[in-house]
């Protein structure tokens, strides 16, 4: 436990570096520094309704991040939450749009049964690629990526495409009102205590079942697993379907929430930030929920970032990226600083 907080602790200090960097980039650009950091911290905690808006992201974000997890543990560089994020949300539109009209207890658990399905067979090739014939789970992901985003656009611009739409982005039809988990603000009961049962879910998953301490076993050392009697292809696989599964449920919830209909430009950084998320936790449950929580925060400040700093919404892109630099940067640097140390012993 101390070395899981420890590593934690030292994310989190990679992400005050990086915000340092970018403190110094905006100054030079012309911008307060100054400014950057207070639109951060009270855009985040400390304005009213600030603490709803951070809830707001962070809950998403820790449902997609948490299954992102699990396929890390169990050896599986699966950054393909992106795609999973949209597949949920499409499967989840398409039976909407076929059951609307029943009652609303019918249509919500088919829809989440739906977007959890979508995103669970989304992760399901990649993963048969990769225990099948060795494929790069990388590459098969990200590319899973990208032809989920030309899906979204195919689905939102063809047969989910809302005929009374006039804007430059094609949208799906608005979702019925009885049918939405949300208002647009994005944060209700619902919304929390699915997020609540998934973090016990998961936590229950890692910590005390065999599958959980098994899978991870099996990304540090899968020939003991072997030894163990286990099947390294089959946690691998459940591994890749789990996560897919959360993310496609996180999907679900922005669709049938805060954004109530299928849009080109749904969320496009959503997986992504989970990735970031879950390595900043190194992996543990416990630890995503808090960092999830910090990177709902600097999402709720990007609408405080062009009021009082004068930066743009995307700078939050750009913080995001520099804390994605320093948390990659840092496990090369560690594992060189391990490996120079075990030279010098």
């Not at 989840?92 to 059951?99: K, P, R, T």
């Not at 590459?139 to 495409?161: C, D, E, Q």
Request: proline residues 4%; aromatic residues 12%.
């Amino acid at each position: 436990m101390t070395g899981k907080f420890v590593s934690v602790l030292r994310g989190l200090i990679f992400i005050v570096v990086a915000l340092a960097l970018c403190g110094v980039i905006f100054q030079f650009a012309g911008y307060s520094a100054l400014g950057m950091f207070r639109s951060v911290i009270e855009g985040a905690f400390f304005r009213p309704g600030a603490w709803e808006q951070s809830l707001r992201w962070a809950l998403p974000l820790f449902i997609t991040a948490a299954g992102v997890g699990i396929s890390f543990r169990a050896g599986y560089f699966n950054i393909g939450a992106q795609g999973q994020f949209y597949l949920g949300a499409i499967s989840a539109a398409f039976v909407a749009e076929w059951l609307n009209g029943a009652p609303a207890f019918v249509v919500i658990p088919a829809c989440f049964a739906a977007g959890m399905t979508g995103g669970a067979l989304w992760a399901l090739w990649p993963g048969l690629l990769r225990l099948q014939s060795g494929t790069d789970e990388v590459i098969t992901t990200l590319m899973g990526n990208f032809l989920a985003g030309l899906l979204l656009v195919y689905v939102t611009a063809g047969p989910l495409k809302d005929p009374s739409g006039s804007g430059q982005q094609a949208s799906s039809r608005p979702l019925a009102a009885s049918y939405r988990i949300s208002d647009s603000l994005g944060l209700s009961p619902t919304i929390i205590v699915i997020a609540a049962l998934v973090a016990v879910a998961m936590w229950l998953l890692v910590n005390r079942t065999a599958f959980g301490v098994l899978a991870s076993l099996a990304g540090r050392n899968p020939t003991m697993v072997q030894w163990q009697g286990a099947t390294v292809w089959r946690l691998g696989l459940s591994s890749f379907l789990i996560s897919g599964a959360l993310a496609g449920l996180a999907g679900t919830i922005e669709f049938m929430g805060p954004n109530g209909r299928l849009a080109g430009g749904f969320l496009p950084t959503h997986g992504f930030t989970a990735i970031l998320i879950a390595l900043v936790a190194n992996l543990s449950v416990v630890g995503t929920a808090f960092v999830s929580l910090f990177f709902g925060g600097l999402a709720s400040a990007a609408l405080y970032l062009p009021i009082m700093a004068g930066l743009p919404s995307s700078a939050i892109e750009i913080i995001n990226a520099a804390i994605a630099l320093f948390i990659t940067a840092k496990s090369g640097f560690v594992d060189r600083l391990l490996a120079f140390g075990r030279r010098s012993a």
